[in-house]
C-alpha cells in the first residue's frame, strides 16, 4: 500500500512538473476529461470538474490540510476501481489545471512526508 501511495504521488509530480501550463481554452473541462483519460480515468465530464473544482475548494478554505487529505476525498469519491495511483495523478492534474496555487502543497508533502496512514 505504501509503494502504491508513493508510486501516486511520484507520477502526479511528473505530470504538474512536465505537464504544459493550461492553455487558455473555451472548455477547460472537457482538456480536463480528455488528460483524465489519458490516465484510464473515465466518468462524466461535468462530475469530474466539479470533484477537481471542489479539491481546489477545500484546500483553499482548509478543510484538507495536505494532498494526502485531497487524495483521500477524491478516492471516496471516484469510482471504486480507482486505484490510488489514478486518485494521485486525478489530483495532480486537477491542481494544475483548476488552481496551480495548490500545486506546492504537492511538493510539500513529497519532501516531508515519510509515512503513509
Not at 466539479?50 to 469519491?77: H, I, M, P, Q, Y
Not at 489530483?91 to 519532501?111: A, D, N, Q, V, W
Request: glycine residues 8%; contains cysteine; aromatic residues 8%.
Amino acid at each position: 500500500m505504501r509503494w502504491r501511495m508513493i508510486a501516486g504521488l511520484v507520477s502526479a509530480l511528473i505530470i504538474v512538473s512536465i505537464a504544459p501550463t493550461p492553455r487558455a481554452s473555451a472548455d477547460q473541462d472537457t482538456d480536463f476529461a480528455t488528460e483524465l483519460h489519458g490516465f484510464g480515468i473515465y466518468g462524466q465530464r461535468d462530475y469530474n470538474a466539479w470533484l477537481a473544482k471542489a479539491t481546489c475548494k477545500r484546500l483553499t478554505v482548509g478543510l484538507d490540510a495536505d494532498a494526502t487529505e485531497s487524495a483521500v476525498f477524491l478516492s471516496g469519491n471516484l469510482a471504486r476501481t480507482t486505484s490510488t495511483e489514478q486518485a494521485w495523478q486525478f489530483l495532480g492534474s486537477g491542481l494544475r489545471r483548476y488552481c496551480p496555487e495548490h500545486i506546492g502543497k504537492l511538493t510539500t508533502m513529497s519532501s516531508s512526508h515519510t509515512e503513509v496512514p
